[in-house]
């Protein structure tokens, strides 16, 4: 069974930095793309990073270009999320995927999530 379980969020001011943990299981990690996606409050689903299966690919979403950094390990089946220079609209909860669908907000499986709050 796959299995995706996310940490490391938390509060933190603005300008500050988070990295955020997913663990897995279930799955071959080192065959899959992964994904980073979130949810701000009261809106919703927005595609934030990919890295290919090795690592040598990787992308952003432009509201988050030049400050997170996506990585992976994969000896340890671990994706990571490093946000710098933290802004409030990066307020959300994470999610760490798998399985692309049709849409980049539309993967067939998820972590629960883990809440970042940037904020004085």
């Known amino acids: 069974q796959v299995h995706l379980a996310e940490s490391g969020g938390g509060l933190v001011q603005p300008g500050g930095s988070l990295r955020l943990s997913c663990a897995t299981s279930?799955?071959?990690?080192?065959?899959?793309?992964m994904y980073w996606v979130r949810q701000a409050p009261r809106k919703g689903l927005e595609w934030v990073s990919y890295?290919?299966?090795?690592?040598?690919?990787?992308d952003y979403a432009d509201s988050v270009k030049g400050r997170f950094t996506i990585s992976r390990d994969n000896a340890k089946n671990t994706l990571f999320l490093q946000m710098d220079s933290q802004k409030p609209e990066d307020t959300a909860v994470y999610f760490c995927?798998?399985?692309?669908?049709?849409?980049?907000?539309?993967?067939?499986?998820w972590g629960k999530g883990t809440q970042v709050t940037v904020s004085q």
């Open positions: 890295i290919n299966p090795d690592g040598s690919s990787v």
């Open positions: 279930g799955f071959t990690f080192s065959s899959d793309f």
């Open positions: 995927t798998k399985d692309r669908g049709r849409t980049d907000t539309e993967y067939g499986w």
